[in-house]
């Protein structure tokens, strides 16, 4: 979503105290002038914002050499992404290049107002909120509202024509077709067909032993579960809708649903 160019919504500054991957820190008063600036909220467990990085790596590519300063700020949605070394082996595995802040107590997140994963702010050289847009998508709009914000910096560079959509629902106005709603353990704990103990944790239900299995009835385009604890590198993993745990200590988050694409829904 666009916001008028005489917007007075300032970046806010990032805290003293936040812990950086990939730069020592970055203030945004110190960027001013010379940068657009796009905030990204992401966490490395859900889905949405694995299939939006793609698009963040190419435009942190293609501009970054013409002023585009790229921020992830990674705000886990799951307990596991508390931990800054799981944060930072993620990063490493994905092979993310530009800055990422670790919010793990969410007060940057609140501070923007942040309201889902993924969650994109540009910024232009006033630090100024020009464009915003919460979820997958718009991918063209947020592209053509860089190029516009760096032309303001230097209307003699010379642009590329905006990437072409990654997969066909991320086409503008492609349709989609809705998905079962997330499952959020403990909570939606009913919604399993359960075989052998679980018991409950802070944000997962914990397997007793092996062999013990979680189920879920859905319908979507894909399903992913989100795993931790015992042998597990903690995160989403496609999945059929079952997880049986192969040792005890394998903990369930809960399950990810991605909608139907265009032909699938055909």
């Known amino acids: 979503m666009r916001v008028p160019g005489d917007s007075e919504i300032i970046a806010p500054e990032f805290a003293s105290e936040l812990e950086w991957l990939n730069v020592a820190f970055l203030r945004v008063d110190k960027l ?4 657009a600036i796009l905030v990204e909220f992401w966490d490395f467990a859900r889905v949405n914002s694995l299939r939006t990085l793609p698009y963040l790596k190419a435009w ?4 970054s050499p013409l002023g585009l300063r790229v ?5 886990p949605g799951y307990s596991f992404g508390r931990d800054p070394e799981t944060v930072a082996r993620a990063v490493e595995g994905l092979d993310i290049p530009y ?6 107590a969410a007060g940057v997140w609140r501070r923007y107002g942040n309201k889902g994963w993924p969650g994109r702010f540009l910024f232009d050289r006033r630090a100024r909120l020009r464009h915003v847009h919460f979820g997958e998508g718009e991918y063209l709009e947020t592209e053509l509202a860089i190029q516009e914000l760096l032309l303001e910096i230097d209307l003699q560079l010379e642009l590329p024509a905006p990437l072409d959509p990654l997969r066909p629902e991320d086409a503008p106005g492609a349709l989609l077709e809705p998905q ?5 353990l403990p909570r939606d704990r009913k919604r399993l067909e359960l075989v052998r ?6 944000d997962f239900i914990e397997a007793r032993d092996a062999g013990a299995a979680a189920e879920a009835s859905f319908s979507a385009g894909a ?6 604890g015992g042998d597990l590198h903690p995160g989403a993993y496609e999945s059929d809708g079952r997880v049986v745990a192969e ?10 649903f991605l909608p139907w694409g265009p032909s699938d829904a055909a």
């Open 223 to 228: 399903a992913y579960a989100v795993l931790s």
């Open 32 to 35: 001013i002038g010379r940068n």
């Open 180 to 184: 079962t709603a997330d499952i959020v």
């Open 197 to 202: 103990d679980w018991t409950d944790g802070e």
């Open 71 to 75: 921020i992830g700020v990674h705000t």
């Open 99 to 104: 800055a990422v802040v670790l919010d793990p």
């Open 247 to 256: 040792t005890p200590g394998v903990r369930l988050h809960g399950f990810q």
């Open 60 to 63: 942190h590519d293609r501009y």
